[in-house]
């Protein structure tokens, strides 16, 4: 019913999350078996527009992104009942370490686009990660690293996830005229791969134009005089 887009997976694959417009109030959560067994579900539903992000499988958490008329927000809630359980405000495209301990996103609170890190834990706590802005956050599967983009420049990070959260200096990794994703509809245009070593980019199909804008004023007399007019 109605129409269903920003998939993602489970961590297990089991299930598949996803939003839908079908309630009528903006675009709601579901979720369903992707063996086609039992029934689909609903996660959340509330007159916003809420996208998922990634699912974290030992806390039964769900990392989504809420939009408003003029704001962001992202959140972490239950799975099972919808409960909030953190939320980050002027924050999107949350994603979520792989043991579900950590969330990063992007937020312009420093009045440009950085990349932070919190706990899932609700704990008062946040790291900016970037130095220089960055945008769409994505983990590296060990949680060893953390990647974002600056620009045309991919860039990573060095973490250490466990009693505590450490991190190091970003490093450009390499560089490149791809797609960014769009900060309206909260979208992230690349992955990274389970061994973190290759990168899916999307590449514009065509180069920006670069030419200059010739204006000629006066064109009228210059033809006239060029060649004479028969009427």
């Known amino acids: 019913e109605g ?11 089991r ?67 919808g409960a909030l359980k953190v939320k980050a405000k002027n924050a ?5 370490s792989p043991d579900g301990r950590w969330l990063a996103y992007t937020s312009n609170d420093a009045g440009r686009y950085e990349v932070y890190v919190q706990p899932t834990s609700g704990a008062e706590a946040r790291w900016q990660i970037s130095m220089e802005g960055g945008v769409e956050p994505v983990w590296s599967a060990s949680g060893s690293e953390l ?12 973490v250490v996830t466990n009693a505590t959260f450490e991190y190091g200096k970003p490093r450009k990794l390499f560089e490149g ?14 992955d990274v791969a389970p061994d973190g070593k290759r990168f899916l980019m999307l590449r514009p199909e065509t180069e920006p134009s670069t030419g200059d804008l010739k204006v000629v004023v006066n064109w009228y007399d210059e033809l006239r005089r060029l060649g004479p007019t028969q009427e």
């Open 92 to 96: 999107w495209t949350p994603s979520l």
């Open 15 to 81: 299930e598949v999350v996803y939003a839908s417009n079908r309630s009528g109030t903006s675009w709601d959560i579901y979720r369903k078996s992707t063996d086609g067994t039992g029934v689909e579900a609903s996660i959340l539903v509330k007159p916003l527009l809420q996208i998922p992000h990634a699912v974290a499988t030992e806390s039964g958490l769900l990392a989504l992104t809420e939009i408003g008329p003029s704001s962001f927000h992202t959140a972490m809630i239950s799975m099972r009942d």
């Open 3 to 13: 129409e269903s887009g920003w998939p993602i997976w489970s961590r297990k694959g």
């Open 177 to 190: 005229r791809y797609a960014l994703g769009e900060v309206k509809d909260d979208t992230r245009a690349y």
């Open 147 to 158: 990647f974002y983009r600056h620009g045309d420049q991919v860039l990573a990070v060095d």
